[in-house]
């Protein structure tokens, strides 16, 4: 006879598209009684089938779990679920990895605290194959207590991270670390593209491309504490110097018939801020023609 209790706690999840389901999925593999409900009944099968308690109503699921996750279209559907089982969210913590704007988060995180509940908004940065890999992040922003209360709970869905008390931070930082995905992949792409037309193999450029983007990131890191600071020091590699250098990237991509919309516009950047007298300073200064748009 097996004594053992699981005194993992309880999590639901409201929503099993394909996201909602990984989250179930990773939170049933590391041992947490999960009770899963989604409007289709069928999306619960497969779960329930590992365990999951298939949770008839959303008034039942709410109140099987102090912990209650929330993962669906987007937050008029958060609202369409909740809001007729407010009553019952009082004393509970939501977890809500919808995908949102900030502004959205915010008024979500009062309309919780009106009906007593303990609101985390969440930004899910990794598609529902990485769910549950601690190699990827899971972004919280909200009540820091709250978050510290189920850090460990929240690790089974891959490296908790917080970021503090504003529950609009996750969206925000979402927004932006998909910009900056894109970026990458526009200029992998692009350059990709470009050594590709003198037949080099995406994959051997990709070999290097990879291990540039580690100086990249140092680079990132010096000009973070210059954009901090307000002060653009052109120690390394001056916009003036950048400007020239982007003509041979832009020539190279010309003669081989290679879209330069991308270079252009880092270069139209470029000369905007030298022209405002700013050639000598390093290239973070970009961010102030970032923020005039």
Not at 231 to 257: C, E, F, K, N
Request: aromatic fraction near 6%; charge should be negative; glycine fraction near 12%.
């Amino acid at each position: 006879m097996n004594d053992h209790v699981n005194d993992k706690p309880s999590v639901t999840v409201l929503g099993l598209g394909q996201m909602g389901a990984a989250l179930a999925g990773a939170l049933l593999a590391a041992g947490h009684p999960t009770t899963v409900w989604n409007r289709t009944a069928a999306r619960a099968e497969p779960l329930a089938a590992r365990g999951a308690v298939h949770a008839a109503s959303v008034a039942e699921a709410v109140e099987a779990s102090e912990l209650v996750l929330v993962c669906v279209l987007d937050y008029v559907a958060v609202r369409e679920l909740l809001a007729p089982v407010a009553g019952r969210l009082r004393g509970r913590v939501l977890v809500n990895l919808t995908t949102g704007s900030p502004e959205q988060a915010r008024a979500e995180a009062e309309w919780a605290a009106e009906h007593g509940a303990g609101y985390l908004d969440g930004g899910i940065m990794t598609t529902p194959p990485g769910v549950g890999d601690p190699a990827n992040m899971v972004l919280y922003s909200g009540d820091p207590e709250l978050f510290a209360a189920h850090q460990d709970t929240l690790a089974a869905l891959g490296d908790p991270v917080g970021l503090g008390a504003d529950p609009g931070l996750a969206s925000l930082y979402d927004a932006g670390l998909l910009g900056l995905m894109w970026s990458v992949f526009g200029g992998w792409l692009h350059a990709t593209a470009l050594a590709g037309a003198d037949g080099v193999a995406a994959r051997d450029f990709t070999a290097v491309a990879n291990r540039w983007l580690r100086t990249v990131a140092w680079f990132m890191t010096g000009y973070a504490e210059q954009i901090d600071a307000g002060v653009y020091p052109g120690d390394d590699a001056t916009i003036d110097v950048q400007i020239a250098a982007i003509g041979h990237l832009l020539h190279a991509s010309a003669d081989r018939g290679v879209d330069t919309r991308l270079p252009e516009l880092h270069l139209e950047l470029m000369r905007a801020a030298a022209a405002a007298g700013h050639g000598g300073d390093s290239y973070a200064r970009i961010i102030e023609e970032f923020r005039k748009k």
